[in-house]
């Protein structure tokens, strides 16, 4: 049962222009969600996060929005850049006494020169 | 310079061998975790510990083992119980339980042969 989803395996885009990757979740505890950014064989880096009681958060050129009715959430990145080419993760907590995350199966940006 | 160490990144194994992945972080984090990531997967939670000398199976701890006798060091052991070992995995940590942002290694890549 898969709780977090991104249903887009890859996406390719070209530099310059926005990219958009999109996640669906299943469970409406989820109080909290997160994307990561991982290249090949390293572990994933903490990109940005936002709280359920927000419905957008931006750093730079990310930013991160939340539809709660919808359960979509959604990272825009512009503009695009060749060094944002990698597997993008969303995860999703629903806090308490364990902050354990569920996560995604990724999406492969590949942002073309 | 703080961080979390994974090693070896790379490790072969025979089959019905137990093998033990090293997780070490010096970010004085009270919380760890163990996930396997598979192609086209997700990461899974197979144990994580909010405490020294605590831990508790994640979604798929079957075939596993870990150990939290120092904050700093949560070892994993893949017993040969475990079907399918061959598999990226991450080792991660965080501030404390209930907090969501998880710093990760860069991961361990084991082979059975």
């Known amino acids: 049962d898969q709780q977090v989803k991104q249903n887009s395996p890859s996406l390719s885009v070209q530099e310059g222009r926005i990219s958009i990757l999109n996640c669906d979740y299943t469970?409406?505890?989820?109080?909290?969600f997160l994307w990561y950014k991982k290249y090949p064989a390293e572990g994933p880096t903490f990109l940005i996060s936002?709280?359920?009681?927000?419905d957008k958060n931006e750093d730079g050129r990310f930013t991160v929005f939340l539809n709660k009715s919808a359960k979509h959430l959604s990272l825009h990145i512009v503009p695009s850049q060749p060094g944002d080419s990698a597997v993008y993760f969303c995860a999703a907590s629903y806090g308490g006494a364990t902050n354990k995350l569920i996560f995604g199966t990724g999406t492969l940006l590949a942002v073309q020169p | 310079d703080g961080g979390i160490t994974q090693s070896p990144k790379y490790l072969f194994r025979k089959e019905g061998q137990n093998v033990t992945l090293s997780c070490e972080q010096n970010l004085n984090h009270d919380a760890m975790y163990w996930y396997r990531q598979d192609p086209g997967q997700g990461l899974r939670l197979i144990y994580y510990?909010?405490?020294?000398?605590?831990?508790q199976k994640g979604d798929i701890a079957e075939g596993y083992s870990v150990s939290r006798e120092k904050k700093e060091s949560f070892p994993l052991t893949v017993t040969s119980a475990q079907k399918n070992p061959t598999a990226f995995y991450l080792c991660a940590s965080s501030i404390r339980q209930g907090y969501n942002e998880q710093f990760f290694g860069p991961g361990t890549r084991l082979t059975v042969l």
């Open positions: 936002i709280s359920s009681i927000k």
């Open positions: 469970n409406s505890m989820f109080d909290y």
């Open positions: 510990s909010q405490i020294v000398n605590d831990f």
